[in-house]
Every structure is written in C-alpha cells, then in structure tokens.
C-alpha cells in the first residue's frame, strides 16, 4: 500500500474528521474513576448495564510522545480494521486487528494521508491523496484490485453506498495566508460500483459529507476556506440526489453549512455557521425548525427523540418537535457525541469516556482511558474506545447475555436423541427462560438460565458418550480421542485468556497446577494415535473427564472471582480482604476448584459489610446503639462458617436499619420514638438464640415500608371524591406507628393506593395488546358481577366476550380504536345480527374511541337489547372499579403470561402432531426421544420438568442417567424429606427449609443428617 507519487496536503485533523463519512463521535470529561452501576439501571437501555471492560490493547508498547493513534475503520465479523497514524519512529499502517484472539492479523505500510480503511464484500478500500485503492480484506496483499484515480488534487474518504463506494473528490488552492492554507471551492462527487467502476460523477462546488438515505445522497455544497489550521465556511447548501442517476432531487438555499448528520426521521439536521441546528426535510429540503445553540458547537447526534448538542462546557438535549431544551449537563466538557445502544456517549477532553442517561442526563457509566482524545463506536452488542495508541472492548450486560445465549443454542455434537434429552431435562425451557428475560432487560436472571441450560447440555453429552463408548448417541458419530482433544483444547483455551484475575483484591489468582497438569493431558491425547477409549478414560486414574470437568467449573467461576475481586477491593477498609484472598487461594491449590460454598458467603460478607457502611453513615448519630450489632457484623465478615440464626439477624437487622434510615426523611412530621425504642430493643438482643430480635426486625420493617409507602400516596391524592381528609389520614398513619400496628398501616397503604391509581386515562387503555385488552373488558364485567368468558379469535360475529348472570346474557364486541377512529354503523348492525344467534339478552359494543352519529342512531333501533359503551364512558367504569390502571411491570407480567399461552398452545399442537404421524406407513412403537420405531413395548418416563415420554429402553436409560436420579434415588429422597411421590416443587422447597432448620448442626443436628436432607433436595430439584 505504498505510494510515493504526490505530496501531503495536508494531515487529517479534527474538523476532516467530524465531516468524514467514516467518523464516530464521543465525548467525554475530567473524572478519573470507571463507575459500575447496578443491574437496576441496566434493564433501562439497550446495551445493558454495567460495562465491563473485556480487554485493552496497545498498538505500541508505551505511550510516547508521537505515538500512534488509532483511527477506526470498519469491523466485519471479529475482525476490525484500523489506521494507525503515522509517527516519529513508525510510518502510517493500516492494520486488520482480531477482537476474538486479540492479536493482528495482518499489518500494511501506508502512507500517512491514507484513510481509514472502508470495508464491504471481503474488499478493503481507502483513499490514498488522489487515488482509491482496493484491496483483499482476509488476507495481506501488495497488489491491488482495483484503482481508481482522480484528475483533482485530493479523493475524500469513501463512504460504502449500497453495492459501491461513494467518494468526494476536490482541488485544493493555496492562499497567501500561510504554507499551509488552502481554499476548497470545486469539487466532484462520484459513485463507483464494487468493482470501482464509475457509475456518475457530477462536478461543481466542494462536496462534502455525503451520505445514503434511502433511495438518495444527502450531502452538503459549497466552499470553505483554511487558515492557521481552522476552517471557515463561506456557503454551503445541503442537496439531496437520485443514487441511481445523480440528479438533483432538491438544495437548500444557501445557509453556510458546517455539517450534517442523519437522523431516525425523514429529518436532516444540519449545523450552520450562525450558530444554529436547522432540521431539514430529507424528502422535500424544505427548513422545518431553527434551534440556536450559541457559539463553540463541538458536535451533535440525532437520538430517536432528542437532538444531543455539546458546546463548550455543556451538553443539551433539545426537542425536535419544538427546539426546547428537555435537559442540560454542565459537568462535562464534550469532544465527541454519539447516541447509541440507548444511551448519549461522550468522549471528553482528556480522554474520559461517559454514557448518560437519554431522558434525564444523569451520568449513568463513567470510565478513564486516559490515552488522549479518542472515538466511541457501538457493534454487535459491544463497545469500542479508541484513544491514542490504544483500542479497549466493553460488553453491556445485554451483549453478554445474547452472547451466551447463542452458545447456549448450539447443538454441535448433540445427536437427535441427545438433543431432545437434554430439552426434557430443562435445556429447552431454560433458554426459553433467557430469551424472555433478555426481552425484559433482566440479563442476570437470562445469564442464570443459560448456566442452567448449558448443564442440561453437558450432562447428556457426557452420558451419551460414556454409553455409547465415543459415539454421540443417536447422531453422527466421533472418535474418543476427538471429543476428549476438543473439549480438553477448548476448556484450556478459555481459561488461560480468563486467568491470572487482573485487577482487584484477587489480582494474579490463577489455577497454576490445574492448568499446568491440562497442558500435560492436552500435549498426551494429541500424542497418542487413536486415544484412550471414553469407556477406560472413565476408569482410569488419570481422568480427563475429571479433568475437564474441573476446568469448566473454573470457567463458570471465573466472572465470580474478577466481580468478587473488585468487590473486595472496595470494601478493603472495612473487611479483611487478606484472609479471604487466602482462603481461594488454598482452595485453587488443593484441588484447582472454588467451592461454590466459599463464593457465597464471600459474596454474603461484602453486601452485609457495603449496607452496614452505608446505613450506618444514614443513621442519626447517637439514637442508635450499635455495640452489640457491630460483633455480629465481624462474625459474618469472617471467613469461617456463620451460624445460620446470626446471618439471619444480620440480615433482618440490616433490612429494618436501612428501611429505618431511608424512611425518615418521609416521615418526618412523625414521631418515631417508639419505632426507635423497639429497633434498639431488637439490636440488644442474643442474635444466637432462635428467638432473637429477628421477629421485631421484621416487624419494624414491613410497618416503616407501608408508612412510607402510604406517605407517599397520601400526598399525591385528590380527596374532593372521598369521604375523608388529608389530616383524617395522617392521623391514621400517626395512631398506626404510635402502636406499631403492621396490619393496620398495610391496610391504610393499600387503600392509598388504590384512590392515587384509581383514575383511568386515555393512554392506560391503548397500554395493553387487542388481546389483553379484551380480557380487560371480561374483568371490568367480572368485577360487576357477571361469569364471563373470552371467546376464541374468529368466532362468528367478531364477539369477544359472553357474560352471564342470574339469567341475563350478554355478547361483547370490543374494539381497542384509536382516539380518532370511530365506530360505525355496520359494526352496530353486524353485533345486533348475531345476538339472537348466540341467544343473548343484550348486545353490547365496548371501544377505548367513540361512535358515529348514524352508529349511535343505530342502536336506538334495538332499544335496550343494544348498549353503546365509547372510551369516556369505559374509563369511568373502569375507574368505579377494583381494577387498578397499568403500570409497566404490570404490563410486562400480562405480556409473559400471553408468552406463556402462547407457548402451550404450540406445545398442544406438537402434541397433536405428533401423535397424528403415528398413523404412518411405520410399524411398531414411536419413540418420542429419538424419533425412531420399535418392537419392543415403550417405556412411559416422568422428566423433572414435568412431562411424561413414551421413549424407547435406550432412552429412558440416558434420561435416567443424564439426570442422576433413577427411581429408587427418587422415592430415597422423598423418604428423607417426608414427602408422597406425587409432592410439587412448592412442598419439596417447603419440607427441604423446614427440615434444615432442625438438622443444621448450629440446631443440634448433626453434619450427616445436614447433608443427608441436603442431597435428597438436590435429586429432586
């Protein structure tokens, strides 16, 4: 790639790149500590939080002064291809960078004015001065696929335009002002096809900033001027173009334009040189708004409701549709503004990087890259800083949990008869689990049941190979060798990129003698000709299965250990962190593992030692007596095994202490004295003795929660509809604390609640699917006494609801009609023809809109067989009602229960399919597990998730064996836990908790009675 021919003109800087195709914007400002929020936050947008750094890279060994900087080109798959610029020891280069093994693939020599490589189609393409040239992506090459040269002094960067490559193409004129300065006034813009030939070029003034919307080329004409390294705009239009010919569509008059950026609407936003954002029409060019944002604008994006602007020292969200400021944040001093994964990232002077929250601006992620000022760029669930000589990758919460759900749906190596195993062993609804859950932003609980579904996966595998002696029962078959070599490669693969941790309290805790002794078992199954056989691997002394399994375990530990790690080291002042970074520390060197004991109560002591501190620091000073709950924080803060009745005081004493804290502020106008008498009470007690304060901890609790709680409605309340008083209410509240009253301080909540609820609006009827909102009617009309029941979609009339009660009948048409759309009279008309079919009393016709003057005409005809019910009406029956308007955790539990339905109602038709292709040309019994026929008589086997199999000898062995529980393992088990065979999972949790209290060895019981009821729970769950 290099080119000796032509001179630099000049080297990119700042404002080439806020106007070049391929650019990113970031800001960012002066806070030097990375800032992790909690799993709260992350449901709230869209790559998920928090961040967590996955990996740094340094495309030199130290920052020196001219180091290279790192300019982002384009990624493809898990390859990213960079520029780096050139420097005092290095010359430019353009590089092909792997994100997955972190290492080059391949490096170029260029020359510094190349530009960041455009990569489409397995081909790379830069502009090289007044060339294009394209190049092989996958591989380093010297030779050039194609060229294309301009007769102009300068070819922009190109920009990929559907099937080609659309480039910008100007003369550069010097001026009089300085070596360096140029004027830029006339210019070509050309459209290459993939193979660079040209399809349309049109001269005429500088074209800058081109880019495709839709069927069009939006880009901004005119000329500029630059002096001392700054550049002046003199006229500048924006144009829309057909891409198909290059004609012109429309042009704005001439506003002196800056740049310009797409938007999520027919919308382009343009900056101008009198300060302003115009929003521009993308289909007719004509100027629908003006927004003037001052002088210093260093760059702006489009978010799908907000323009996001930096000037100076602020940044402000300002409204499309009426150029209002919606928020302000002044602590940051932005570079670069990107909105992207559903968050504002900035990228600051200096080298900080931030993420705010789109609606409020409240800084919701903040990390230092202290490498100098650099780029934002948002990919497949993943995010880039590039900064300086440095390129860092962080995963959101929602990228690691779509990750591990697409491993997770990998079959490799799965049979028929393996696969469908380990879907009835759960595999199939713990991935359901995770794909609902990352629909509902809860990514830990989709993290938890992935894990699930992986051990379904890898306990069949296992078992079916081991039966099978190297085969993958009922699929394709494998070697021994091969399946051991690839598990064992791929297990030591992963963890020798995961350890030593790298950071924190446990910084350079590694598994040394596990992963030494898998090198040793690696470099030996490669070395023997055809492998041990699985069925003698499992016996021999030297197991690799064992092994194997030992280095998953590490795996699946590992994300455990680095959060523990950075936990630990925050909390280094209050906790001995030294003693627990021992206690894995000799766990990892007896036996390479990390009990899973171990990590809970670590776990158990930082959040018992991060609330203490914090509520201790929330606590009036002096009114609560700590002494004696201070030792038993030190107890739960050791490393040894706390005592089951003092976790569960800490843990009571902590929840009332904090509820106590927080509720103050609320309850202010009260007197809490007696709260207090009886929390000190409480913290004075044996938390060793079973009835220690945890009765009252909890007591206090649950009232200050319903306190707060009824505070909070109390004041928000309309009372001119009820028959009582603001201060009738605060007296009740008052009365229930002074005799700490629980019950009588829930009621008085909940009763608050449902008068601040009460009153339905418009839009909570337009919150729910067609499908829930009939149901919505059916509950309205249960709530008024009637049996209802919702008809099947596409019964005859449309009718979606029958009531009935003492006798009456009624049919219910609903329709959910926007505010606009009204009903008419054929509706009328078709409900009324198919009441005498249904043999009703009364037709009715229920819309969340309204009626035409000839639909409420209509209906006069029937009299009172016939009532109209329009969306004022319904929200004021709805509102007399018990039934409480939506709210959006609401929503999305009515939305994972039509899921659920859903999802039975395929099942119900599988089931009946496949009981249908019984009554093929096949003889002989259907297994339902491998899919095959037999002679033989079938087996009919339960599988914990409930179901029951007609399945073949074969098969009930691998599910018996995958599972670890055959029958008598089964009823062994509900013999311990004192249970009949046919107990739920509710009474198995219940009789396993009840249990544990009397054997647990701090109760008098004894270690193997503990463990006994320990491992019948287990078999049975």
Not at 401 to 415: E, M, N, V
Not at 422 to 437: F, H, M, P, Q, Y
Request: proline letters at 3%; aromatic letters at 8%; a negative charge.
């Amino acid at each position: 790639m290099n080119d000796d021919d032509g001179a630099v003109f000049f080297s990119p800087t700042r404002r080439d790149v806020l106007t070049a195709t391929a650019a990113l914007t970031a800001t960012g400002g002066n806070v030097t500590t990375a800032t992790a929020q909690s799993d709260d936050s992350a449901s709230e947008y869209e790559i998920g939080l928090p961040l967590e750094q996955q990996w740094t890279f340094g495309f030199a060994d130290s920052q020196a002064v001219g180091g290279p900087r790192v300019s982002p080109g384009s990624q493809v798959g898990d390859t990213y291809y960079l520029k780096l610029e050139e420097t005092e020891f290095d010359p430019a280069k353009i590089v092909a960078y792997d994100i997955k093994d972190r290492s080059k693939r391949w490096e170029l020599t260029a020359r510094n004015y190349v530009s960041p490589p455009v990569v489409t189609d397995d081909t790379l393409v830069v502009s090289v001065l007044s060339d294009i040239k394209a190049y092989p992506a996958a591989e380093m090459a010297t030779e050039t696929l194609w060229e294309y040269t301009t007769d102009m002094d300068i070819v922009g960067d190109p920009a990929w335009a559907r099937d080609g490559f659309l480039i910008h193409e100007y003369n550069a004129t010097s001026r009089d002002s300085g070596p360096s300065d140029y004027t830029y006034e006339d210019g070509r813009l050309t459209l290459l096809d993939s193979d660079g030939n040209q399809q349309w070029a049109v001269n005429g003034e500088s074209f800058r900033s081109p880019y495709v919307e839709g069927d069009s080329i939006i880009h901004i004409a005119g000329s500029e001027y630059r002096e001392g390294g700054d550049y002046t705009v003199t006229s500048g239009r924006v144009v829309s173009r057909d891409i198909e010919t290059g004609n012109v569509e429309w042009k704005t008059p001439d506003i002196k334009v800056w740049n310009i950026r797409s938007t999520p609407f027919d919308l382009v936003v343009a900056h101008t040189r009198d300060d302003a954002i115009r929003g521009i029409n993308a289909n007719t060019g004509e100027e629908e708004w003006t927004v003037n944002v001052g002088p210093k604008v260093e760059d702006y994006d489009a978010g799908p409701t907000h323009l996001f602007v930096g000037t100076g020292d602020q940044i402000q969200a300002i409204e499309y549709a009426t150029g209002e400021v919606a928020w302000t944040n002044t602590t940051i001093r932005p570079y670069d503004i990107s909105h992207t994964g559903g968050l504002v990232f900035i990228g600051a002077y200096g080298g900080n990087f931030y993420a705010l929250d789109p609606g409020t601006g409240e800084i919701v992620w903040e990390d230092s890259h202290p490498h100098g000022d650099g780029f934002i760029r948002y990919s497949d669930e993943d995010l880039y800083l590039f900064s300086h000589n440095w390129v860092s990758r962080y995963t959101g919460q929602r990228g690691k949990a779509l990750t591990a759900l697409g491993r997770a749906r990998d079959t490799d190596g799965l049979g028929t008869a393996t696969a469908a195993v380990a879907n009835l062993l759960g595999r199939k609804n713990a991935l359901s689990r995770a794909e609902t859950a990352i629909e509902n932003n809860r990514y830990q609980e989709a993290m938890t049941a992935v894990d699930s579904a992986n051990q379904r996966k890898g306990a069949v595998e296992a078992t079916a190979t081991l039966l099978t002696g190297g085969a993958v029962y009922g699929g394709a078959r494998t070697t021994g060798k091969r399946v051991q070599a690839r598990r064992l490669e791929s297990a030591l693969d992963q963890l020798q990129d995961e350890y030593p941790i790298e950071s924190g309290a446990l910084a350079g805790l590694s598994p040394n003698a596990v992963l030494d002794q898998a090198q040793v078992a690696e470099e030996s199954i490669q070395q023997s000709r055809f492998g041990p056989a699985l069925r003698m691997l499992a016996t021999q002394q030297d197991d690799y299965s064992s092994l194997i399994q030992t280095l998953e375990s590490l795996h699946n530990v590992h994300t455990d250990l680095k959060t523990i790690s950075s936990e630990l080291e925050s909390v280094a002042g209050e906790l001995n962190t030294q003693q627990w970074r021992k206690e894995f520390e000799e766990q990892l060197t007896t036996d390479g593992t990390v009990e899973e004991n171990t990590l809970t109560r670590c776990r158990q002591a930082i959040s018992r030692t991060q609330q203490y501190t914090e509520v201790k620091d929330a606590l009036p000073m002096g009114k609560i007596d700590l002494s004696r709950f201070d030792s038993s924080i030190t107890t739960v803060q050791s490393t040894a095994e706390t005592p089951a009745t003092v976790d569960a005081y800490v843990q009571a004493g902590l929840e009332s202490l904090t509820t106590y804290a927080n509720s103050r502020r609320h309850l202010e106008t009260y007197d809490l004295s007696p709260i207090r008498d009886q929390l000190n009470q409480a913290l004075q007690s044996d938390p060793m003795k079973t009835d220690s304060g945890v009765p009252l901890f909890e007591t206090l609790d649950s009232l200050l929660t319903a306190a707060t709680e009824a505070e909070q409605a109390r004041t928000d309340i309309d009372y001119s509809h009820t028959g009582f008083t603001a201060d009738e209410v605060t007296a009740s509240i008052r009365q229930a604390l002074a005799t700490i009253d629980v019950n009588e301080m829930q009621a008085i909540a909940t009763n608050l609640q449902n008068l601040k609820r009460g009153v339905w609006k418009a839009e909570h009827l337009h919150a729910y699917s067609p499908y829930e909102f009939e149901h919505l009617i059916a509950d309205l009309y249960s709530d008024l006494g009637y049996s209802t029941e919702v008809t099947e979609e596409g019964s005859d009339g449309g009718i979606d609801v029958v009531a009935t009660d003492d006798g009456e009948k009624l049919i219910i048409q609903v329709k959910q009609y926007s505010p606009g759309n009204k009903i008419g009279r054929p509706t009328i008309q078709q409900t009324a023809g198919v009441r005498d079919q249904f043999g009703a009393d009364k037709a009715v016709v229920v819309t969340s809109s309204n009626f035409t003057g000839t639909a409420r005409d209509a209906s006069q005809d029937y009299g009172d067989q016939m009532e109209l019910i329009d969306g004022q009406t319904l929200r004021e029956m709805l509102s007399h009602s018990r039934l409480a308007p939506p709210i959006q955790s609401q929503t999305g539990a009515r939305s994972s229960q039509r899921n659920q339905r859903t999802q039975r109602g395929r099942s119900h038709s599988q089931s009946n399919g496949t009981s249908s292709s019984s009554h093929n040309h096949h003889t002989g019994s259907y297994c339902m597990v491998c899919e095959q026929y037999f002679q033989v008589e079938l087996e009919t086997v339960e599988t914990p998730t409930g179901e029951t199999v007609q399945c073949c000898p074969r098969c009930k062995q691998l599910i018996n064996e995958a599972t670890g529980v055959n029958e008598y393992d089964r009823a062994d088990a509900l013999d311990v836990l004192d249970l009949s065979p046919g107990a739920s999972d509710a009474e198995i949790k219940d009789a396993y908790r009840s249990l544990m209290t009397d054997v647990h060895p701090d109760q008098g019981g004894t270690r193997e009675e503990f463990e006994e009821v320990q491992q019948a729970y287990e078999t049975l769950l």
